[in-house]
Nanobody, 126 residues
């Protein structure tokens, strides 16, 4: 059974940075496709960023391009979401998702991922 867990959320001022981490158990993250999604109360969960296992192909939501970076560290069995120049509209619960098999055309789809963490709150406010 694969389990993933996020950490690193918190309160940050606009323009600040935060790095979220995703750890996995039951399977090495180096063998999984990973993604980050976020959700605001009352709204649907939305795609943020994804990183495929092979080729290192990445995809980002337009709203975070140039500000967020998704990466993995296989030696630490962890994945990260580096968030820079944060804005109040980035406030949300952020979820790490993972799966064994993702094709490029489905990288941004919530339904493509089987393994989900519990989420970590990110609040951007002055």
């Amino acid at each position: 059974q694969v389990q993933v867990a996020e950490s690193g959320g918190g309160l940050v001022r606009p323009g600040g940075s935060l790095r979220l981490s995703c750890a996995a158990s039951g399977r090495s993250l180096g063998r999984l496709h990973i993604a980050w999604f976020r959700q605001v109360p009352g709204k649907e969960r939305e795609f943020v960023a994804a990183l495929r296992l092979s080729g290192g192909h990445t995809r980002y939501a337009d709203s975070v391009k140039g500000r967020f970076t998704i990466a993995r560290d296989n030696a630490r069995n962890a994945a990260f979401l580096q968030m820079n120049n944060l804005k109040p509209e980035d406030t949300a619960v952020y979820y790490c998702a993972a799966d064994d098999g993702i094709i490029i055309s489905t990288m941004q789809l919530e339904s493509a991922y089987d393994y989900w963490g519990q989420g970590t709150q990110v609040t951007v406010s002055s």
